[in-house]
């Protein structure tokens, strides 16, 4: 297993993998039965119910409706439909129970990239730095067992992330207001802490919306901040730069 870790005290960013040949996971069962390759492109996660998680799915394979009566066997799975095909291609909707990205949400971390090939599922999970890695780790284990954790990355956050400046202008076009205020009223009300010292429910009181909103605002909001750290560079940034 890699275990890279940061020099000094600095912040950080836990990237984790986690991998599965378990087949009662639908996308492992679908490349498991068939020659495809799976990869999830977005998902939404419904906090009604039994709070399933929607799936947006791009299959590779040139028989779709093979493909969709093994996603439809799954024990997991609650529904799933075809939205478009074309060439060797689907993108297909699928809802799901007992989601990896519901747990990962509850361990205060985000489940960044998702897929399966060759029988394998793998779902790489980043822990901000206000998370505990371990802990983060331990949840998602306990929740999905055979799940194992085949790669742990550290990566330090330099001081030119951490300015205000280059913080706020670096944020300023990805998040909208809305992301932004759940964002904020989260952190402050100690949603990120362990134990939580507030929910999903009280922020969407307070921003007069449905809970559902507030846990996609969350997630959209912690998705873009991530890709700024990680798209633009900022965790590979010059130190030279003086903290406001």
């Known amino acids: 297993m890699d275990d890279t870790h940061p020099t000094g005290d600095r912040p950080s960013v836990t990237e984790l993998t986690f991998t599965t040949t378990d087949d009662s996971y639908p996308l492992v069962a679908l490349t498991t039965q068939l020659d495809a390759t799976v990869t999830i492109l977005d998902w939404t996660q419904s906090t009604t119910g039994t709070c399933p998680t929607s799936w947006f799915v791009c299959v590779s394979s040139a028989d779709p409706d093979s493909a969709l009566e093994v996603l439809r066997g799954g024990e997991r799975t609650e529904s799933v439909a075809l939205l478009d095909h074309r060439a ?13 990205a519901r747990t990962v949400g509850d361990a205060g ?3 960044w990239r998702v897929g399966a090939a060759d029988g394998e599922g793998t779902a790489t999970v980043l822990v901000p730095p206000v998370a505990d890695a371990e802990t983060v780790a ?6 999905h067992p055979s ?9 330090p956050v330099t ?11 670096s944020l300023e076009d990805e998040l909208t207001e809305r992301q932004w205020e759940a964002l904020r009223l989260a952190y ?6 362990r134990p939580r010292e507030a929910t999903q429910s009280g922020v969407a009181t307070e921003m007069g919306i449905s809970q559902e909103t507030v846990s996609q605002h969350l997630r959209a909001a912690q998705r873009r901040l991530l890709q700024v750290v990680f798209d633009e560079g900022l965790l590979h940034g010059s130190d030279s730069e003086t903290a406001e």
């Not at 402050?188 to 802490?193: C, I, L, N």
Request: without cysteine.
């Open 109 to 111: 971390a985000l489940l």
């Open 159 to 169: 001081r030119t992330f951490l300015t205000r400046r280059s913080f706020q202008h």
């Open 188 to 193: 402050e009300g100690g949603y990120f802490e």
């Open 147 to 155: 799940l194992d954790l085949t790669s742990i990355v550290t990566h």
């Open 138 to 143: 331990e949840h998602v284990h306990r929740e």
């Open 88 to 100: 060797d291609e689907s993108l297909v909707e699928m809802t799901v129970t007992d989601s990896v």
